[in-house]
């Protein structure tokens, strides 16, 4: 079964700096504008688009929850879909912790969660993934 989730972030990331974080992870870019990419290990695989025209989409108490969570106003979205093969939610934790590591972000799993940082922080030091 495959899974979608956002990935927001106040930040404002210029798309060099959000480009080469996809090339340090290992992501494939799909076009020259680095808007679409896939990131694969074996069978795993997460598709990631950024898609920041979508903010404006965002049901409003949906971003109640996301602005009480990151603390600000989000700025910058980029939509994950997982494949359905084993890793594939790893692969997203790793992509997003690399994320965060950078940038102030927090993932919203579009039904009943939003994760913050420290949260995917845990998840990751420990060896888990979203659930």
């Not at 971003?63 to 594939?88: F, N, Q, T, W, Y």
């Not at 102030?104 to 888990?128: A, K, M, P, S, T």
């Amino acid at each position: 079964m495959s899974t979608t989730m956002n990935l927001l972030s106040s930040d404002n990331i210029d798309q060099i700096s959000y480009i080469d974080l996809l090339k340090e992870i290992g992501a494939e870019l799909e076009d020259q504008g680095g808007t679409k990419s896939v990131l694969t290990d074996g069978n795993a695989q997460i598709w990631i688009c950024r898609e920041d025209k979508l903010l404006d989409e965002y049901e409003e108490e949906d971003l109640v929850s996301v602005k009480e969570k990151l603390k600000a106003v989000p700025r910058c979205l980029i939509v994950l879909e997982l494949g359905s093969d084993l890793g594939s939610s790893d692969l997203a934790l790793k992509f997003v912790y690399a994320f965060g590591k950078k940038w102030h972000v927090v993932v919203d799993d579009l039904y009943e969660h939003v994760y913050q940082f420290r949260e995917i922080e845990n998840l990751y030091e420990n060896g888990e993934s979203f659930e």
